[in-house]
């Protein structure tokens, strides 16, 4: 991949003057990590990380002359210091990984139709997936089962449209169950978004376009349903559209596979047709709230990323939510998510991005945030314009290359909820 590329999804975005200091304030400790990135305009590797506790995994997947590896660096958040490192060979390595899960036995990386289990205290490895393997991210459960899921709008041709959610034996390497289910909100799944979350006892699904909830035990069997209290400034309009979409999709879907079984032909669409897909996007990102993601927080509350019409890439809201209670503890409006035009403060552009990928979402914890950039923070000097900063960067990536390095932010006392 190209630099100039890479530029633009992550230094330019799009700009806000919305100011993000009062939502999170660079405590001035980083961690730099050894590997240059990129160097000479041309990517080294992918690269992601995960938070588990008082610790960060970092995941890079790098190219050298003999081979392709995976490495997994530990690095501790008392100190910012790496205290591990694993190298995993194996011809998957060879291909890019998707998501990941972290734990204290396991870690799984997500491939194509694949995963691989590695198991951190012997070091050995295990490859588990085939064609019909469509899991993509999960939660460990405990020392040995895992909850796998993916929400996707497939084609007939491809498998089901919906929600795919599964438990799997770590230890035997084998499904416990799998379950496949409607999903309200399937047309919302081409976006970047994550709707599930599970701990130790259940399984949480969330409808992005309603909030409702749905809680699952270890079984897959639904034992609730919640409706979050979600502010929405207009219910009644999300209800029609996601309506809407869904019973097109869902008819779509039907005629295809049963046209396909009376001829043995796929016909044409317009509901898996890119424009369709892009049409249906800025649509429901002009005029639509949505919830864009839920992720973990601490053993009670998870975090609702929020989306408002024309947020773009500027900014979210942000909503913590005790799942145990039902109670929003705090919100967080307009956090800051892309650089400013005008630099006031460090944060106007070493921002914390909450609309990123899964495999990138900031790392909550104890009242803090963790966040990687490729740019090097020392270079800010009180700058007031975004162009001179930005060349400044850039330049110094030409001359040094560019290493990933992850910054601690403190939160304010009211975002570090129980």
């Known amino acids: 991949m190209k630099l100039t590329a890479l530029i633009i999804s992550i230094l330019l975005t799009l700009f806000s003057t919305h100011s993000s200091r009062g939502q999170y304030v660079w405590s001035k400790k980083m961690y730099t990590d050894d590997m240059l990135f990129w160097q000479n305009n041309e990517i080294s590797g992918k690269i992601g990380y995960k938070g588990l506790r008082k610790e960060v995994r970092l995941f890079q997947n790098i190219r050298t002359d003999n081979s392709d590896v995976l490495i997994v660096k530990t690095i501790g958040l008392n100190n910012l210091r790496q205290s591990r490192i694993d190298t995993l060979r194996d011809s998957i390595t060879s291909e890019t990984f998707g998501n990941f899960i972290v734990g204290d036995s396991f870690d799984i990386i997500f491939y194509e139709k694949k995963m691989l289990v590695y198991q951190r205290s012997s070091g050995r490895h295990s490859l588990y997936g085939d064609d019909n393997f469509v899991y993509n991210n999960g939660y460990l459960i405990n020392d040995s ?122 016909v044409r669409n317009y509901v898996y047709n890119s424009d369709f897909i892009h049409k249906t ?97 020392n270079l800010y000097k009180n700058d007031k314009s975004l162009d001179i900063l930005i060349n400044k960067i850039m330049g110094d990536g030409k001359q040094n290359g560019h290493k990933w390095r992850l910054l601690e932010y403190n939160l304010p006392p009211y975002n570090q909820a129980d």
């Open 145 to 266: 089962l895992v909850c796998l899921y993916r929400v996707y709008n497939y084609h007939p041709a491809d498998g089901f449209s919906g929600l795919h959610l599964a438990i799997f034996n770590l230890n035997k390497m084998e499904f416990v169950t799998t379950k496949k289910i409607n999903f309200s909100g399937i047309g919302l799944s081409n976006m970047n978004a994550n709707w599930v979350y599970a701990n130790s006892e259940y399984i949480y699904i969330v409808s992005p376009m309603t909030g409702i909830l749905h809680k699952y035990d270890k079984t897959l069997t639904i034992i609730d349903t919640i409706i979050m209290p979600i502010n929405w400034s207009n219910i009644d309009k999300n209800v029609a559209f996601q309506y809407k979409i869904d019973s097109t999709i869902s008819s779509e879907y039907n005629r295809l596979k049963d046209t396909y079984a009376m001829t043995g032909k796929w």
């Open 281 to 377: 996007i800025d649509d429901i990102r002009a005029h639509y709230e949505y919830i864009e993601k839920m992720m973990p927080y601490n053993d009670s509350v998870v975090l609702l990323v929020f989306y408002k019409p024309n947020y773009n890439f500027e900014k979210r809201d942000l909503i913590y939510y005790n799942i145990n209670s039902n109670v929003v503890v705090h919100s967080d409006s307009e956090w800051q998510c892309s650089a400013k035009t005008i630099i006031n403060d460090f944060e106007d552009y070493f921002t914390v991005n909450i609309f990123v990928s899964p495999n990138n979402f900031p790392y909550f914890f104890n009242g803090k945030v963790y966040y990687p950039t490729f740019a090097n923070p």
